[in-house]
């Protein structure tokens, strides 16, 4: 559904996206992780249309980015919920969305229909008429989805569609991209926000400029080694001890009766350990996997670029 | 260029005019007071002391002279428009999901340039008309006819006004991108009356003639040729390139 190969853009000596190459499939839901000024809302930006790349290919639903007769076909395809949700305020809820769907040619039915659609979704149906610019932070950011998907695009670009909302409103947010991802919609969703990447997306990006990986949240979180295992006993002795460290374990911690070991794949490695312990007559009361999670593995390769 | 998106645009913007009391104002009184006070000036100046009214002949100098305010009202009405149009849709952030709709750089432009042409130019030539009805009431008994309309005055306002608020919307496209504020823009838009209040000046002080014919071809000539070029700055200053990445 989008396709980047060695996707690049420069503003005079600055690298803002530097050789990226990605691929999202129809109905998924792609996350793009980076710090700020990573270049993300750069490469939603491109393939979006709005500004031209410096470099390399991109494709949109079938179209090429960068060809000037796609443009139009591209940008009708999309939706686009941008980092500043720039409403018209002194317009209505129903006025902000109307004008949009007949800038997509929605028809009056259909502009009708997907007003409430999306309102009542989203639950400002109630507000429908009043000014946009009296709306909350949350209230807004909704009317900014609901904008973006007044023509039922395919392909929806968010750009960290959940900055600076409260918690309440962002879980509407996350829940109705989750509804949005059942009608089996594309979204590629900007953010830095590894809790909310890793609740929705089914792949990741993470990017620093360059890419530095791609891939599920769980492939991503097993790129970083250090992981821990962590095995609470009822009671600790040598025989047990001895038995653990005859296997092929990293570091093991000993802290009255609980032991921290450090393992590369803890699916694996954890009944080989729990085997011994029980074989050596330990009894164990809990067994924990701790660190590497997807915030280790987006801090390390962060770092890595820099 | 499909018209159609071009004019769902302005119509939004005509539609946010009736919010904003200022561009109401802008729009509806500058150019009544224009058309109001100067024939009451002109009223009162030809009774002070005693005397019966401007006589004839130079009434035939002042009313074309004074139609000409209307020229520079053009230069100037569109600009607090224009900036709102522009500018406050860069300041609401409201042009990048705009620009990400399917329609073109020059549709966008176009509707803007229509939201920031049309007001003014029929708030300028309602004033132009009510200015010449009221003339036309009070100078009868001196004149001995309706001096408007009449085609040696009429034209010019058809041709320059027009032109004149067709300049002064370009200029604030290209002012637009260089500033961030609407209160800087309508500081910067408003110097647009300056050439057209110097024209004002200069026919005052009997340099031109600006109710001869020849004057009036030079100053339509000068104003098309601004015009076509500012329309191809402006063009290039409104791609959605330059707005999103040099805007600020």
Redesign the interface.
């Known amino acids: 559904m989008i396709e980047t190969k060695n996707l690049t853009r420069k503003f005079g000596d600055v690298t803002a996206v530097d050789d990226v190459t990605f691929r999202v499939e129809e109905g998924e839901v792609f996350g793009f992780l980076g710090p700020n000024g990573a270049g993300k809302t750069t490469t939603v930006r491109m393939l979006s249309c709005l500004i031209s790349k410096t470099s390399g290919e991109a494709n949109v639903g079938g179209y090429d980015v960068g060809k000037e007769a796609d443009a139009l076909k591209i940008r009708k395809l999309i939706g686009l919920v941008p980092d500043n949700v720039g409403l018209y305020e002194s317009l209505s809820a129903y006025d902000n969305l109307d004008f949009y769907g007949k800038l997509y040619d929605c028809t009056a039915t259909q502009r009708k229909k997907n007003i409430q659609r999306f309102l009542t979704m989203l639950g400002l149906w109630e507000k429908k008429d009043v000014a946009a610019g009296t709306f909350s932070k949350g209230m807004k950011q909704k009317l900014a989805i609901a904008r973006s998907l007044i023509h039922d695009p395919e392909i929806l670009f968010m750009d960290e569609p959940t900055a600076n909302l409260d918690p309440e409103s962002s879980k509407t947010v996350r829940d109705f991209i989750l509804e949005l991802k059942k009608e089996k919609k594309t979204i590629f969703l900007n953010t830095h926000n590894l809790d909310e990447a890793q609740r929705i997306c089914d792949r990741i990006a993470i990017l620093n400029t360059k890419l530095m990986a791609v891939g599920t949240p769980t492939e991503l979180e097993r790129l970083v080694s250090g992981r821990k295992t962590v095995i609470q006993l009822e009671q600790t002795n040598d025989v047990i001890l001895a038995a653990v460290r005859k296997l092929p374990i990293g570091n093991l911690v000993v802290v009255g009766n609980r032991l921290t070991i450090d393992v590369k794949d803890p699916e694996k490695e954890n009944a080989a350990i729990v085997d011994a312990i029980v074989r050596a007559g330990g009894h164990l009361q809990s067994v924990t996997i701790v660190g590497s999670t997807l915030e280790d593995a987006y801090l390390k390769l962060v770092r890595e670029a820099q | 260029m499909r018209l159609s ?1 071009s004019w ?2 302005a119509s ?1 913007d005509f ?2 005019y009736r ?2 009391r200022n561009i109401i104002y802008s729009l509806v009184v500058t150019p009544l007071i224009v058309a109001i006070l100067i024939p009451t000036v002109i009223n009162f100046a030809g009774h002070k002391n005693g005397a019966n009214g401007i006589p004839a002949s130079e009434l035939m100098v002042l009313l074309p002279a004074f139609l000409f305010f209307f020229v520079i009202l053009a230069a100037y009405i569109p600009t607090p428009i224009a900036s709102y149009t522009i500018v406050g849709e860069k300041v ?13 750089d020059g549709e966008i432009l176009l509707g803007k340039g229509i939201a920031a042409f049309l007001p003014p130019l029929i708030a300028v030539l309602g004033g132009a008309t009510v200015f010449m009805t009221y003339m036309d009431v009070t100078t009868h008994s001196t004149l001995g006819y309706y001096y408007f309309p009449n085609w040696d005055a009429v034209t010019p306002l058809l041709t320059l006004v027009p032109l004149a608020a067709l300049l002064s919307v370009q200029v604030n496209v290209i002012v637009s991108s260089r500033i961030s504020d609407v209160r800087s823009g309508q500081q910067i838009g408003v110097l647009t009356i300056l050439p057209f209040a110097g024209l004002y000046v200069a026919g005052e002080l009997d340099i031109i003639d600006l109710g001869s014919t020849s004057a009036y071809l030079i100053i339509l000539g000068a104003l098309l040729v601004v015009d076509v070029l500012l329309f191809f700055v402006s063009r290039t200053t409104f791609r ?2 330059e707005i ?2 040099k805007w600020r």
């Open positions: 998106k769902i645009i939004k539609k946010t919010k904003k609401e952030k409201s042009l990048e999901p705009l620009l990400a709709t399917p329609t073109t959605r390139e999103l990445t």
